[in-house]
């Protein structure tokens, strides 16, 4: 897991090809582009991002995470919580690990939250279960995907 801004990913970018990639066009976006919540593909299923709005307390308070991408949660507008746990230490599994939408539920508590205001990313592998969305307000975001 890693929570930065994306003013400091410069090692970040340095460290993969594909996060670069993403991160050069996660910057050029503004809320103005929000007019549809679609999926953007950078190198179709290998790296893509998917437009987001949240309605404050909509989202299910359970942890997820994912196998085959790297899940970079980059908030635009608003102030979020996302929570967190380790995968290895999950123990409630709420719903079975699905190969089509890449994502497996548990219902344990997090035992980390961190807060995102704009401008900031939080960055999930998948070792790393997080719960996103948590805000009693409208939130405008991008989550990206990077095939491992």
């Known amino acids: 897991m890693i929570f930065t801004n994306i003013n400091n990913i ?5 460290s993969n090809p594909l996060f670069k990639m993403l991160f050069d066009r996660l910057k050029m976006v503004s ?6 919540l679609d999926r953007i593909d950078i190198i179709p299923d290998k790296v893509f991002y998917i437009k987001s709005i949240i309605e404050g307390g909509n989202m299910p308070l359970v942890l997820e995470g ?5 899940d970079i949660h980059f ?3 608003g102030q979020e919580i996302i929570g967190w746990k380790s995968l290895e230490n999950a123990t409630q599994l709420y719903k079975q690990y699905s190969p089509s ?5 548990y219902e344990d508590k997090p035992t980390e939250y961190f807060h995102l205001n704009s401008g900031d990313v939080f960055i999930a592998y998948p070792h790393d279960l997080h719960c996103p969305g948590i805000s009693n307000k409208r939130i405008i975001k991008i989550i990206g995907k990077i095939l491992i």
Do not use: R
């Open 10 to 14: 410069k090692e970040i970018e340095s």
């Open 66 to 70: 994912h196998q085959k991408y790297i």
């Open 101 to 105: 939408n890449d994502c497996v539920f």
């Open 75 to 77: 908030l635009l507008k």
């Open 31 to 36: 809320i103005s582009d929000f007019n549809s």
